[in-house]
Every structure is written in C-alpha cells, then in structure tokens.
C-alpha cells in the first residue's frame, strides 16, 4: 500500500520447482528463498509482506513466521468443491 492508501500488488518471479524434490514446507521456502537472493533480496527483507497463498499446509509452513491473509478465491473454491462433491 502507498502513503495514498493505493493498494499495490507485485510479482517478484515465477520458479520451475525442480522435479523429483518433495512439495513439502522446507523444500518450497528454500526455493523461495533461493529465487530471492537471486534479485538481492533476503527472507528478511520480505518479513513485512502480506503473502496471499492457498492454505495448503505445506505453503503455511514455508511462510511461518511471515505475514499472510487467507485467498478468499481459493476457499470458496475449496467450499464449492465440497458442497458439489468435485475431486
């Protein structure tokens, strides 16, 4: 958000997750952190950023300890799937 109240939204990257290495918290955060030092920029730098994941476990876990908000997209996707059975 700007000093104007301009909501603001950004990208950093997008990374191919190797194949073969596990999805898991540890192995999505030392990829994320990895993409990051390769603009300069630390997981310190980032401690202050709203992230907006899914709520799969293994995202939470690669941002414990960083600020995030639940994607309202993807729960009433997830409430939907649910209600109408759909895999």
Same mark, same amino acid.
């Given at each position: 958000?700007?000093?104007?109240? *301009?909501?603001?939204?950004?990208?950093?990257?997008?990374? /191919?997750?190797?194949?073969?290495?596990?999805?898991?918290?540890?192995?999505?955060?030392?990829?994320?952190?990895?993409?990051?030092?390769?603009?300069?920029?630390?997981?310190?730098?980032?401690?202050?950023?709203? /992230?907006?994941?899914?709520?799969?476990?293994?995202?939470?876990?690669?941002?414990?300890?960083?600020? /995030?908000?639940?994607?309202?997209? @993807?729960?009433? *996707?997830?409430?939907?799937? @649910?209600?109408? @059975?759909?895999?």
């Amino acid at each position: 958000m700007t000093p104007d109240f *301009a909501l603001k939204s950004l990208v950093l990257f997008t990374v /191919h997750f190797p194949a073969g290495l596990a999805k898991t918290g540890a192995n999505i955060q030392k990829v994320s952190k990895d993409a990051l030092e390769n603009l300069g920029i630390t997981w310190e730098d980032i401690k202050d950023v709203v /992230h907006v994941p899914d709520e799969g476990s293994n995202i939470l876990l690669a941002l414990a300890n960083m600020k /995030h908000i639940s994607c309202s997209a @993807h729960n009433l *996707a997830t409430v939907l799937r @649910h209600l109408l @059975h759909i895999s």
